[in-house]
């Protein structure tokens, strides 16, 4: 058996030990069922695998140790679960092919410096990397910046602290850069205005600060992507004085955000009800006018007619 797919049922239990006889297994889709309990120890046995998929599960323990011999892995989903402890170091090291990672949605902590992304110059092919909406705290190693082929980078919703990597720029080829609601940071490094593929940036509920970097993508996104900063300059506000001025907190459209007055749409009506009654309300009021009125509408209206007429 090469492939086995058996996503999108509704298969519970636990994950069987029996992989020790699949040597021959490269692909193995378990994704969407009600599986749980933690992933075997046995599966590292599998030393072909080049693609496993068991996100959208009810797994839950750490990933083992022995899925590091298999060395052949292209691709790595284990989202939407309940997998626990830090993300392995060997998931980094030694892994050349890899072109997707994702472990979004779990309990993953604190991604130890030195064991992940650490290791960014081996994993040259790298395109996916999704570790959104888990518990890691820390600082974005520096290291990330090697994985210059990456194309999808996703941290968001996590505890992540300290500044945006000075060099993020250095990964030209980056087309989604989502860093939203962490708690990073300092400003954002002038090297992103570098990343002319970017099509989709979210840097949003950060503590970031200054003045957003001028490239044609970053102009060009929605204020939104930049809500819940400091921040200031196109698309946000214009930066008061010398540009330096940062104390006002931005936030998305329609969540606490007070309404400005338009003096224009204000005065519009206030125009219209004292015109109506300047010229009208004599009319009401003095039946000498009314009079003096109707003569004038009535001699006007016979002489449009007899010009007309003549026609």
């Not at 945006?164 to 989502?178: F, R, S, V």
Request: charged share 15%; aromatic share 10%; proline share 4%.
């Amino acid at each position: 058996m090469v492939v086995l797919g058996l996503a999108n049922n509704l298969f519970s239990g636990e994950i069987p030990y029996c992989w020790i006889k699949w040597q021959s297994l490269r692909v193995l889709r378990l994704d969407g069922n009600r599986v749980s309990g933690k992933i075997p120890i046995s599966m590292g046995t599998v030393t072909k695998f080049q693609s496993l998929h068991l996100h959208n599960n009810r797994l839950h323990g750490e990933i083992p140790l022995s899925l590091k011999s298999c060395t052949n892995l292209v691709a790595i989903n284990f989202g939407e679960n309940e997998l626990n402890g830090h993300i392995p170091g060997w998931m980094g090291h030694g892994r050349p092919n890899l072109i997707i990672l994702i472990l979004r949605s779990n309990k993953f902590g604190v991604v130890i410096k030195g064991q992940f992304l650490e290791y960014g110059n081996t994993l040259n092919l790298v395109r996916l990397v999704d570790l959104s909406r888990n518990n890691l705290s820390g600082e974005i190693p520096q290291e990330v910046v090697n994985l210059q082929a990456l194309q999808t980078l996703n941290l968001s919703q996590n505890h992540l602290t300290g500044k945006i990597p000075k060099l993020i720029g250095a990964m030209i080829l980056i087309e989604t850069l989502d860093l939203s609601q962490n708690q990073l940071t300092g400003s954002i490094p002038e090297s992103i205005s570098g990343m002319t593929f970017l099509s989709h940036l979210n840097l949003s509920f950060n503590n970031l600060t200054g003045i957003i970097p001028t490239s044609t993508q970053l102009q060009s996104f929605n204020e939104s992507c930049y809500a819940g900063n400091h921040l200031c300059g196109p698309p946000l506000k214009g930066c008061r004085g010398s540009g330096k001025e940062t104390d006002v907190k931005n936030r998305a459209k329609g969540i606490g955000k007070g309404r400005e007055i338009n003096w224009f749409y204000v005065s519009m009506p206030l125009g219209f009800v004292t015109g109506f009654w300047c010229v009208l309300g004599p009319l009401v009021f003095n039946r000498r006018w009314r009079i003096t009125y109707y003569r004038v509408l009535t001699e006007l209206w016979w002489k449009v007619y007899d010009f007309v007429g003549k026609f």
